[in-house]
């Protein structure tokens, strides 16, 4: 009734192409959620005005399409002979990506703890450091996981696109097995299952935390 | 500092060809838009029509459409619809690829921004004599939009930019894709592509701060 080529084999490839797209995103998530603390709370401590440089390069990071910024970065590694591979490149490009999204994010989560908790706290000996330890982290998470949950999630989903660069990521993988085996619908049918089946538990997880910790219940 | 020579000369001759594709660009992400938000309109509907069959199909298309890559949804247009003898060109596949992501995106949206409408709201446009549809059409409609507004112009910076994966599939016409074809010619891949950057970026402004404007002016108390 049904007849395929694919053998068991080409099941590993498409795994292997799976490891290679959640290595990248794990990298970048990290990467980029480490520089968008840093970058969050920079903005929130300098004001608008001294953070003005630093919003607007973030920005260009969210107004320019992510291939445009794989192919000039790698472009760029080669002109300045880093001598960068493509997983490097792709990873370095997706950490800034996530991290200018992961500022907004952090920012608006401290923006979330009321001021005068904070004063609360300093007011009563707690340094700066404690106060973003102890007060802000804690209740300005609350706010942020589920949003910074649906980030991680969109750089998966995004990080297709360093197939452009050469990498061997899942999408790259099928599209090898379609060019060999010509079944477009039931590979890429198989791809989209594994990208589904990663993204979608954990989509349902930020959407359950966001409504048991929205703060309006 | 580098050993090499750029050549910015080159991209700026290629500026107008470059301007065509920028218009390209736009007009599908206009597209895919109308197409995106007549289809969440019709999708919101089914979710909330009761109706098992047509709430199941709206819910399976906008979890695919959130759930699974931009690209691979491009990609099923392009070579998966293939195996059933559809064979859309890369403009089409482009189109129909970003519009059914963009309908899955805008179509939670809508649902969000009926959920923020009280209930009571309907009630009472009810108990003033209006009909079912007035109540919807006068009463809950206009505060829908107000509310959706704004991540829908998100949802049309995000189908601008989702446009640059036309050329994965081909497409050389759109703004991607002439600066591919551009870089093929010559190798200037960092000059063609910094400009293509630079007016990705325009564009994006662009729309965000007229998008601001029309709020500014359709939405004041």
């Known amino acids: ?217 | 500092m580098f050993n090499y020579t750029f050549h910015w000369n080159q991209a700026l001759k290629a500026l107008p060809q470059m301007l065509d594709g920028a218009l390209i660009t736009l007009q599908i992400a206009l597209l895919s838009m109308l197409i995106g938000v007549v289809c969440a309109l019709a999708l919101t509907g089914f979710r909330l029509s009761g109706n098992r069959v047509l709430s199941g199909f709206a819910t399976t298309w906008i979890e695919i459409a959130r759930n699974t890559p931009a690209l691979f949804q491009i990609y099923m247009a392009h070579f998966g619809l293939g195996n059933f003898g559809i064979h859309l060109s890369p403009y089409t596949a482009l189109l129909v690829g970003i519009a059914f992501n963009n309908a899955g995106y805008l179509a939670e949206n809508f649902r969000g921004a009926l959920k923020a409408i009280p209930d009571t709201q309907t009630r009472a446009g009810r108990s003033l004599g209006m009909s079912a549809i007035q109540a919807f059409r006068y009463i809950v409609l206009p505060q829908m939009l107000r509310i959706a507004f704004l991540p829908t112009t998100n949802q049309m910076v995000w189908a601008i930019l989702m446009t640059s994966l036309g050329v994965t599939v081909g497409m050389n016409t759109d703004l991607a894709g002439v600066t591919q074809e551009l870089n093929a010619r010559s190798f200037r891949t960092f000059e063609f592509f910094a400009l293509a950057a630079v007016i990705y970026y325009v564009i994006a402004k662009a729309v965000t701060l007229a998008a601001r404007a029309i709020a500014s002016r359709m939405f004041r108390y």
């Not at chain 1, 791809?191 to 910790?213: D, M, Q, T, V």
């Open chain 1, 1 to 217: 009734m049904f007849n395929t080529a694919l053998t068991w084999s080409d099941l590993a490839f498409l795994a292997q192409g799976a490891a290679m797209t959640l290595a990248v995103t794990a990298v970048s998530v990290t990467a980029g959620t480490l520089l968008g603390i840093l970058f969050g709370v920079i903005r929130v401590q300098a004001g608008p005005y001294w953070s003005l440089p630093l919003t607007f390069v973030l920005d260009v990071f969210r107004s320019v399409p992510l291939l445009i910024q794989l192919v000039l970065a790698n472009a760029f590694q080669s002109i300045a002979k880093l001598g960068w591979g493509p997983f490097t490149t792709s990873c370095v490009v997706l950490s800034l990506y996530t991290a200018a999204y992961c500022t907004e994010i952090v920012r608006g989560g401290i923006s979330s703890v009321p001021p005068t908790t904070r004063r609360a706290a300093r007011s009563l000996g707690m340094t700066w450091w404690q106060d973003m330890r102890y007060i802000v982290a804690p209740l300005a998470t609350r706010v942020s996981l589920p949003s910074w949950i649906g980030l991680t999630l969109g750089v998966m989903k995004d990080s297709a696109l360093v197939l452009w660069l050469g990498l061997i990521e899942l999408l790259r993988a099928s599209q090898i097995l379609v060019t060999r085996l010509q079944e477009p619908l039931f590979i890429l049918l198989i791809c989209g299952a594994i990208y589904f089946l990663i993204s979608f538990p954990i989509a349902r997880l930020g959407g359950y935390l966001e409504k048991r910790w929205s703060p309006n219940d």
